[in-house]
Protein backbone atom coordinates (compact mmCIF):
# COMPACT_ATOMS: atom_id res chain seq x y z
CA UNK A 1 0.00 0.00 0.00
CA UNK A 2 1.10 3.62 -0.53
CA UNK A 3 2.30 5.59 2.04
CA UNK A 4 3.96 9.03 2.39
CA UNK A 5 6.34 10.79 4.73
CA UNK A 6 7.20 14.01 5.61
CA UNK A 7 10.18 15.20 7.36
CA UNK A 8 9.31 17.98 9.66
CA UNK A 9 6.41 18.99 11.20
CA UNK A 10 7.31 22.36 11.18
CA UNK A 11 9.68 24.54 9.24
CA UNK A 12 10.56 27.62 9.71
CA UNK A 13 12.56 29.95 7.39
CA UNK A 14 13.47 33.71 6.97
CA UNK A 15 11.70 36.08 4.37
CA UNK A 16 13.63 35.76 1.03
CA UNK A 17 15.53 31.95 1.88
CA UNK A 18 14.86 29.01 0.18
CA UNK A 19 11.86 26.77 1.31
CA UNK A 20 12.57 22.88 1.13
CA UNK A 21 9.39 20.49 2.47
CA UNK A 22 10.76 17.41 2.34
CA UNK A 23 8.07 14.35 1.20
CA UNK A 24 9.28 10.39 0.77
CA UNK A 25 6.53 8.15 -0.82
CA UNK A 26 6.47 4.32 -0.91
CA UNK A 27 4.45 3.18 -4.19
CA UNK A 28 4.85 -0.36 -5.68
CA UNK A 29 3.90 1.04 -8.50
CA UNK A 30 4.45 4.85 -10.95
CA UNK A 31 2.72 6.67 -8.85
CA UNK A 32 0.95 10.68 -9.13
CA UNK A 33 1.97 12.90 -6.44
CA UNK A 34 0.62 15.62 -5.63
CA UNK A 35 1.52 18.61 -3.12
CA UNK A 36 -1.62 21.00 -1.64
CA UNK A 37 -1.34 23.88 0.68
CA UNK A 38 -3.95 25.07 3.03
CA UNK A 39 -3.95 28.55 4.38
CA UNK A 40 -6.00 29.18 7.24
CA UNK A 41 -9.37 28.99 6.85
CA UNK A 42 -9.73 27.51 3.89
CA UNK A 43 -9.67 24.82 2.08
CA UNK A 44 -6.79 22.48 0.80
CA UNK A 45 -5.43 24.44 -2.81
CA UNK A 46 -3.40 22.00 -5.40
CA UNK A 47 0.10 23.49 -6.09
CA UNK A 48 1.43 21.39 -8.19
CA UNK A 49 1.16 17.40 -9.27
CA UNK A 50 3.34 14.62 -11.13
CA UNK A 51 1.71 12.60 -13.18
CA UNK A 52 4.54 10.52 -15.06
CA UNK A 53 5.77 13.37 -17.05
CA UNK A 54 8.38 15.62 -16.73
CA UNK A 55 9.83 15.11 -13.39
CA UNK A 56 10.24 18.65 -12.80
CA UNK A 57 7.18 19.79 -11.88
CA UNK A 58 6.72 23.77 -11.80
CA UNK A 59 3.08 25.03 -10.09
CA UNK A 60 1.55 28.20 -8.45
CA UNK A 61 3.42 30.64 -6.40
CA UNK A 62 6.89 30.17 -7.26
CA UNK A 63 7.12 26.48 -6.26
CA UNK A 64 8.26 23.73 -7.77
CA UNK A 65 9.17 19.94 -7.25
CA UNK A 66 11.22 16.97 -8.47
CA UNK A 67 10.44 13.81 -8.84
CA UNK A 68 13.13 11.45 -8.19
CA UNK A 69 12.60 7.48 -8.67
CA UNK A 70 15.88 6.53 -6.93
CA UNK A 71 15.25 8.38 -3.13
CA UNK A 72 11.17 8.00 -3.86
CA UNK A 73 11.14 11.80 -3.02
CA UNK A 74 9.02 14.43 -3.99
CA UNK A 75 10.87 17.75 -1.96
CA UNK A 76 8.83 21.06 -2.49
CA UNK A 77 11.31 23.74 -3.11
CA UNK A 78 10.98 27.45 -3.73
CA UNK A 79 13.87 29.60 -4.14
CA UNK A 80 12.81 32.62 -2.00
CA UNK A 81 9.99 32.90 0.36
CA UNK A 82 7.48 35.45 0.96
CA UNK A 83 5.95 36.00 4.36
CA UNK A 84 2.56 35.27 2.44
CA UNK A 85 3.70 31.62 1.91
CA UNK A 86 2.59 31.00 5.61
CA UNK A 87 0.53 27.90 5.62
CA UNK A 88 0.29 23.92 6.23
CA UNK A 89 1.59 21.65 3.14
CA UNK A 90 0.81 18.23 2.73
CA UNK A 91 2.20 15.64 0.39
CA UNK A 92 -0.13 12.68 -0.74
CA UNK A 93 0.16 9.78 -3.46
CA UNK A 94 -2.95 8.94 -5.77
CA UNK A 95 -4.05 5.40 -4.37
CA UNK A 96 -4.31 4.17 -7.83
CA UNK A 97 -1.38 4.10 -10.58
CA UNK A 98 -2.70 6.42 -13.87
CA UNK A 99 -5.55 8.00 -11.99
CA UNK A 100 -6.54 10.51 -9.20
CA UNK A 101 -8.83 8.21 -7.00
CA UNK A 102 -8.48 8.17 -3.44
CA UNK A 103 -5.20 10.29 -2.25
CA UNK A 104 -3.07 9.31 0.48
CA UNK A 105 -1.45 12.35 2.76
CA UNK A 106 1.18 12.87 4.69
CA UNK A 107 0.96 14.36 8.33
CA UNK A 108 1.87 18.32 6.99
CA UNK A 109 4.35 20.42 7.13
CA UNK A 110 3.76 23.71 8.50
CA UNK A 111 5.67 26.39 7.33
CA UNK A 112 6.77 29.54 9.01
CA UNK A 113 8.12 32.53 7.31
CA UNK A 114 9.43 35.23 9.45
CA UNK A 115 10.82 38.64 8.36
CA UNK B 1 -17.59 28.85 -10.56
CA UNK B 2 -18.75 27.97 -7.36
CA UNK B 3 -16.08 25.75 -5.33
CA UNK B 4 -16.64 23.02 -2.98
CA UNK B 5 -18.84 24.36 -0.09
CA UNK B 6 -19.07 22.39 3.36
CA UNK B 7 -21.89 23.12 5.99
CA UNK B 8 -21.35 23.82 9.07
CA UNK B 9 -17.85 25.29 9.41
CA UNK B 10 -17.82 24.52 13.13
CA UNK B 11 -19.98 22.09 15.34
CA UNK B 12 -19.65 21.49 19.21
CA UNK B 13 -21.57 18.92 20.31
CA UNK B 14 -21.95 16.39 22.79
CA UNK B 15 -20.56 13.00 23.43
CA UNK B 16 -24.01 10.55 22.29
CA UNK B 17 -25.28 13.48 20.44
CA UNK B 18 -25.75 13.63 16.62
CA UNK B 19 -24.22 15.81 13.90
CA UNK B 20 -24.86 15.75 10.25
CA UNK B 21 -22.33 17.23 7.88
CA UNK B 22 -23.09 18.27 4.19
CA UNK B 23 -20.99 18.92 1.33
CA UNK B 24 -21.79 20.67 -1.52
CA UNK B 25 -19.53 19.54 -4.44
CA UNK B 26 -18.75 21.59 -8.22
CA UNK B 27 -21.50 21.32 -10.20
CA UNK B 28 -21.08 18.83 -12.76
CA UNK B 29 -18.72 16.35 -10.65
CA UNK B 30 -19.82 13.06 -10.50
CA UNK B 31 -16.89 11.79 -7.53
CA UNK B 32 -17.22 13.43 -4.56
CA UNK B 33 -14.89 12.10 -1.19
CA UNK B 34 -14.97 12.83 1.86
CA UNK B 35 -11.32 12.84 4.16
CA UNK B 36 -11.25 13.68 7.87
CA UNK B 37 -7.46 14.94 9.49
CA UNK B 38 -7.72 13.90 13.67
CA UNK B 39 -5.69 16.24 15.94
CA UNK B 40 -2.97 17.53 13.25
CA UNK B 41 -2.08 13.99 11.94
CA UNK B 42 -2.70 13.08 8.14
CA UNK B 43 -5.16 13.63 6.34
CA UNK B 44 -7.11 10.33 6.00
CA UNK B 45 -9.92 9.17 3.21
CA UNK B 46 -13.24 8.27 4.72
CA UNK B 47 -15.01 7.28 1.33
CA UNK B 48 -15.64 7.83 -2.43
CA UNK B 49 -18.77 8.66 -4.30
CA UNK B 50 -19.40 8.13 -8.28
CA UNK B 51 -22.94 9.75 -8.47
CA UNK B 52 -25.03 8.60 -5.62
CA UNK B 53 -23.30 5.56 -5.38
CA UNK B 54 -20.44 4.11 -2.85
CA UNK B 55 -17.11 3.40 -5.12
CA UNK B 56 -15.24 2.94 -1.82
CA UNK B 57 -16.24 3.27 1.72
CA UNK B 58 -13.15 1.36 3.29
CA UNK B 59 -11.60 4.33 5.20
CA UNK B 60 -15.26 4.66 7.27
CA UNK B 61 -14.38 4.08 10.37
CA UNK B 62 -17.52 2.37 12.42
CA UNK B 63 -21.13 1.91 11.39
CA UNK B 64 -21.80 5.23 13.83
CA UNK B 65 -21.13 6.77 10.28
CA UNK B 66 -23.42 7.21 7.65
CA UNK B 67 -22.38 8.91 4.54
CA UNK B 68 -25.41 9.51 1.71
CA UNK B 69 -25.53 10.86 -1.44
CA UNK B 70 -29.33 11.17 -2.59
CA UNK B 71 -29.64 11.96 -6.01
CA UNK B 72 -25.81 12.42 -6.84
CA UNK B 73 -25.63 16.38 -5.62
CA UNK B 74 -24.69 16.99 -2.46
CA UNK B 75 -23.88 14.41 0.07
CA UNK B 76 -23.81 14.28 3.91
CA UNK B 77 -22.40 12.45 7.09
CA UNK B 78 -23.79 11.77 9.19
CA UNK B 79 -22.10 10.49 13.02
CA UNK B 80 -24.73 8.56 15.36
CA UNK B 81 -24.07 8.74 18.09
CA UNK B 82 -20.82 10.86 18.40
CA UNK B 83 -17.52 9.64 20.35
CA UNK B 84 -14.67 12.08 21.39
CA UNK B 85 -12.52 10.39 19.19
CA UNK B 86 -14.64 11.51 16.19
CA UNK B 87 -13.29 14.99 16.71
CA UNK B 88 -11.58 16.91 13.76
CA UNK B 89 -11.60 18.51 10.19
CA UNK B 90 -14.33 16.50 7.62
CA UNK B 91 -13.16 17.80 4.27
CA UNK B 92 -14.73 17.21 1.16
CA UNK B 93 -13.83 17.14 -2.43
CA UNK B 94 -14.64 16.46 -5.75
CA UNK B 95 -13.90 16.32 -9.41
CA UNK B 96 -15.04 15.89 -12.50
CA UNK B 97 -13.86 12.26 -13.27
CA UNK B 98 -11.11 10.06 -11.54
CA UNK B 99 -8.59 11.48 -14.21
CA UNK B 100 -8.51 15.04 -12.57
CA UNK B 101 -7.66 16.63 -9.87
CA UNK B 102 -9.87 17.15 -6.76
CA UNK B 103 -11.24 20.29 -5.42
CA UNK B 104 -11.27 20.51 -1.72
CA UNK B 105 -14.11 22.34 0.37
CA UNK B 106 -12.48 24.63 3.83
CA UNK B 107 -14.05 21.45 5.95
CA UNK B 108 -15.86 21.22 9.03
CA UNK B 109 -14.20 21.48 12.66
CA UNK B 110 -16.36 18.89 14.30
CA UNK B 111 -15.70 19.00 18.44
CA UNK B 112 -17.16 16.14 20.50
CA UNK B 113 -16.91 16.83 23.76
Known amino acids: AQSVTQLGSHVSVSEGALVLLRCNYS??????LFWYVQYPNQGLQLLLK??????LVKGINGFEAEFKKSETSFHLTKPSAHMSDAAEYFC?????????????FGAGTRLAVHP | EAGVTQFPSHSVIEKGQTVTLRCDPI?????LYWYRRVMGKEIKFLLH????????ESGMPNNRFLAERTGGTYSTLKVQPAELEDSGVYFC???????????FGPGTRLTVL
Open chain 2, 93 to 103: ASSQDNYNEQF
Open chain 1, 27 to 32: SSVPPY
Open chain 1, 50 to 55: YTSAAT
Open chain 1, 92 to 104: AVSDQPGGYNKLI
Open chain 2, 27 to 31: SGHDN
Open chain 2, 49 to 56: FVKESKQD
